[in-house]
Every structure is written in structure tokens, then in C-alpha cells.
């Protein structure tokens, strides 16, 4: 069926980085804009930033500049979210989302992967 | 500290209507288009409205979305035990380029 798989839960120490991936099953993902959002424990959604189909241009949320790296391999319908320097306050279920084609705020996500606990703790 | 303000929690009976607010600026909601989530407990949010008042197929014609300035709503009729969820919206944001949600709102049914 149409989804998008993640990778497993990962326990990370402070400072060392991560990297979750999401991989489209199902259907030809050839012109998806994946986006990446987490959410902390008890908390609400954040939005962490956008691929584009190609994997050629990113956009990330000011706040994880210099820490966060989305990157496509589009040979196997993969994208990938990584994230440096963690912190305790990193712990959260980060997400993988498609935008839907029609959206005109890129707000729209109609597949959501199952999601990726990253815990951070010494 | 969420961009978009929503109420903590809301709650009505069986079969009653609900409505949802968020409210932001012109940064936001004012210039540029509102979608919707719910988010069932430990579950991943689900699409339920976009562009304001768009339904993704799939999505029942009760869940409905209006927006009026800087302001957005989020309408569920029919109310079901199985809509007891936390509400979400969501906006692309101008000003810090980047896409903004509101603290969410948990429905209980009573």
C-alpha cells in the first residue's frame, strides 16, 4: 500500500548527531516535496524543513540552520533527516510528510511516515 | 510560545457541533492559506482540511474549515467518540519562511 516507511527508534548522547530515514513504498515518488516535522513529548508539531522531488534545493526552519541536513536519493525513493549536535531537547517523534500536490501553502501533508522516536540522553 | 493560537481544549456531547479557532497575523493566516490535523493518540496527524476549506478525498463532508482575516476555523458536526483527538492547524508564515502550527486543541467528548 501507498506509505511512507521510517526508520527505527534511535537513543543518541548529547552532542552526537542523528540520521532518520523515510522511504516510499507503494507508489512513484518521483515528484514529491517531503517535509520533516517533530514533536516533543506532550507537545505540539513542528516544522523542521522541505525537500524538493529532485533532492536539489532544501529550505529549513531558522532554527535548526547549521544543524539539519535533508538529502534524496531518489534511486531508491529515499530521503533522509539528519541532525547534529543533539540535545535533551531534541528527544521528540520526528515525522516525514508528503506535501499534497494541489497545497498552496506547502502546509498540506497527506502521507505521514509512522514516525522515529529519537531520545537524547547521557 | 506557539505563531498560531488555539484554545487548550474544547468539548461537547455526542452529535453536537464543535469549532476550533486559530488565530495568528498577516505574517500567517491573514496572507496565506490554513490546513487542519487531527492527531489520534500516538498516532501520526491526519489531513483533514487544506486551503482553508478543501476536504482530501477520504475526509467526510462534517469536517468543515472557513477563514476570515487573521483568523481560522476548523467545524466538526455529528460529533463521534472517535473524534476525541488533539486539532491542529498550520500556515506557511512570510515573515520567518517557514511553516507554523498552533499548540493544538484536545476535543473530548463528553
Known amino acids: 500500500q501507498v506509505q511512507l516507511v521510517q526508520s527505527g527508534a534511535e537513543v543518541k548522547k548529547p552532542g552526537a548527531s542523528v540520521k532518520v530515514s523515510c522511504k516510499a513504498s507503494?507508489?512513484?515518488?518521483?515528484?514529491?516535496?517531503i517535509h520533516w516535522v517533530r514533536q516533543a513529548p506532550g507537545q505540539g508539531l513542528e516544522w523542521m524543513g522541505i525537500?524538493?522531488?529532485?533532492?536539489?534545493?532544501?529550505l529549513y526552519a531558522q532554527k535548526f540552520q547549521g544543524r539539519l541536513t535533508v538529502t534524496r536519493d531518489t534511486s531508491t525513493s529515499t530521503v533522509y533527516m539528519d541532525l547534529s549536535s543533539l540535545r535533551a531537547e531534541d528527544t521528540a517523534v520526528y515525522y516525514c510528510?508528503?506535501?499534497?500536490?494541489?497545497?498552496?501553502?506547502?502546509?498540506?501533508?497527506?502521507?505521514w511516515g509512522q514516525g522515529a522516536l529519537v531520545t537524547v540522553s547521557s | 510560545q506557539s505563531v498560531l493560537t488555539q484554545p487548550p481544549s474544547v468539548s461537547a456531547a455526542p452529535g453536537q457541533k464543535v469549532t476550533f479557532s486559530c488565530s495568528g497575523s498577516?505574517?500567517?493566516?491573514?496572507?496565506?492559506?490554513v490546513s487542519w490535523y487531527q492527531q489520534l493518540p500516538r498516532t501520526a496527524p491526519k489531513l483533514l482540511i487544506y486551503d482553508n476549506n478543501k476536504r482530501p478525498s477520504g475526509i467526510p463532508a462534517r469536517f468543515s474549515g472557513s477563514k476570515s482575516g487573521t483568523s481560522a476555523t476548523l467545524g466538526i458536526t455529528g460529533l463521534q467518540t472517535g473524534d476525541e483527538a488533539d486539532y491542529y492547524c498550520?500556515?506557511?508564515?512570510?515573515?520567518?519562511?517557514?511553516?507554523?502550527f498552533g499548540g493544538g486543541t484536545k476535543l473530548t467528548v463528553l
Open positions: 525537500i524538493n522531488p529532485s533532492g536539489g534545493s532544501t
Open positions: 498577516s505574517s500567517n493566516v491573514g496572507n496565506n492559506y
Open positions: 507503494g507508489y512513484t515518488s518521483t515528484g514529491d516535496y
Open positions: 498550520g500556515t506557511w508564515d512570510s515573515s520567518l519562511n517557514t511553516v507554523v
Open positions: 510528510a508528503r506535501e499534497l500536490e494541489d497545497c498552496r501553502s506547502s502546509n498540506c501533508y497527506d502521507l
